[in-house]
């Protein structure tokens, strides 16, 4: 099958499949639905195919690798040659050095503190309130929904509801179920820098790849989410604005720099344990009789979930491999899997597969984040709970099915 045909038939199996356990089908707002596929469309033609968006991007990598070398700078100083500085023995083999805990993740520190310098500053409001109204006026949803689902693109899915928090208790059933979607279907920006830094050997203008998956999956996690839970009455605020947070640069600074700890913290714990467990699995796996390879979860992966890449536009004789990489990202999370594409020989994935895969791996639907997503708004929103709970499980299929087609999208222009 032709690749574009393949990538297209894989979108509408994908919105088949929402489609089919939509809670009320008759319900589905086939506007909302049509408006969101096109805009996905329009916004990968023109972030990936216009000369001024890829000069664009090609200035942001440039930004990364000046990011890289300040975030070097600090680790250096602190933590010496386990941070990047000079080493005072000779490197037996080429990356021998590399740590990844002190030279690669603390990027996140970094890009923190500067996320919140940008919002203090007002230039990220500017861009999310683009945006929101991009999607209020073209989709047709809420500004409660359209403002919370841009700040996706940039913050977490937490704080991205937060922005809009007056506005949850009086949001309908299928309005919150966007708000969740949104936080799954994308990634937050302070972790940007440090995926692109993973894949970006593997795949040139990484970036640029990742920065247009977050944008292209906005519109996805709305169409997917209001097919599976379709919204009923009337769009909840228009126009809303975003509040300030700070009082200060300084304090923006310091709270940036607050939270980024607390995310680095929080991805080093996972990262141990979650790569622990997952060789444990294996352990336990490679006592199974096999036929010449041992068994492994990456492998059982791999085999459940090729359906779901061959779908997303991956050739049948790669998509066992995308496929472990996706159950990775779902059953583990999106980093992990990012270190096993960006560890995968050259010859197990094409570049084209390799930039599918970007985009149909950049997104939190993982089990680790929904218990976060259900912790952090019920919290938030403890009048809801109850829904929030019931809805979470959904937002794991519904924030799966928007980075796929992230990838079908992508693999129709390749």
């Known amino acids: 099958m032709h690749p574009l045909l393949q990538s297209l038939l894989g979108y509408a199996a994908f919105v088949g499949i929402a489609w089919a ?6 319900a589905i707002p086939w506007r909302t639905v049509a408006a969101g596929v096109l805009l996905q469309f329009v916004l990968a033609v023109a972030i990936l195919k216009l000369p ?7 200035a942001l990598n440039d930004a990364l690798l000046a990011l890289e070398r300040a975030t070097r700078a600090g680790t250096s100083l602190v933590f010496g040659y386990l941070g990047g500085g ?3 023995f000779a490197e037996s083999a080429a990356g021998a050095s590399f740590v990844l805990a002190f030279q690669a993740l603390p990027v996140v520190l970094v890009m923190s503190a500067l996320s919140a310098l940008l919002f203090h500053w007002r230039i990220l409001p500017l861009l999310v309130r683009g945006l929101s109204w991009l999607l209020e006026r073209t989709l047709g949803v809420g500004g409660a929904v359209g403002l919370s689902t841009a700040a996706n693109v940039f913050v977490g899915m937490v704080e991205a509801p937060l922005l809009v928090k007056p506005y949850l208790a009086r949001v309908s059933r299928g309005e919150l179920f966007v708000i969740l979607s949104a936080g799954m279907a994308g990634v937050a920006g302070t972790v940007m820098a440090l995926y692109a830094g993973i894949v970006g050997p593997r795949i040139p203008g990484a970036l640029g790849h990742i920065l247009a998956a977050s944008f292209i999956s906005a519109p996805a996690a709305i169409v997917f989410a209001v097919l599976m839970v379709p919204p009923e009455g009337a769009p909840t605020g228009r126009d809303l604005r975003l509040p300030r947070v700070d009082g200060s640069s300084m304090g ?3 709270r940036g720099t607050t939270e980024g700890l ?8 996972m990262l141990i344990v979650l790569v622990a467990l997952v060789a444990l699995a294996n352990q336990m796996l490679a006592w199974l009789p096999d036929t010449g390879t041992p068994w492994s979860l990456q492998r059982l992966l791999g085999f459940a979930m090729a359906p779901l890449a061959w779908l997303a536009g991956i050739p049948w ?4 491999t995308a496929g472990a990489l996706l159950g990775s990202k779902t059953i583990l999370n999106e980093l992990i899997a990012y270190l096993e594409l960006a560890a995968l020989p050259p010859e197990a994935l094409s570049e084209r597969s ?3 895969m970007i985009y149909a791996l950049c997104g939190f639907a993982n089990l680790g984040s929904l218990g976060i997503l259900i912790g952090g708004l019920t919290t938030m929103l403890p009048e809801r709970r109850q829904e929030i709970i019931a809805l979470g499980p959904r937002t794991l299929v519904s924030g799966t099915l928007a980075t796929l087609s992230c990838g079908c999208v992508v693999g129709t222009l390749y």
């Not at 001024?52 to 090609?58: G, Y």
């Open 52 to 58: 001024a968006a890829q000069a664009a991007f090609a």
């Open 262 to 269: 607390q995310l680095l913290l929080n991805i080093v714990a």
């Open 86 to 88: 000079t080493l005072p």
């Open 252 to 254: 923006a600074i310091t």
């Open 317 to 320: 004789s790669e998509a066992g």
């Open 354 to 356: 390799r930039v599918i």
């Open 21 to 26: 356990i939509s809670e009320k089908r008759r």
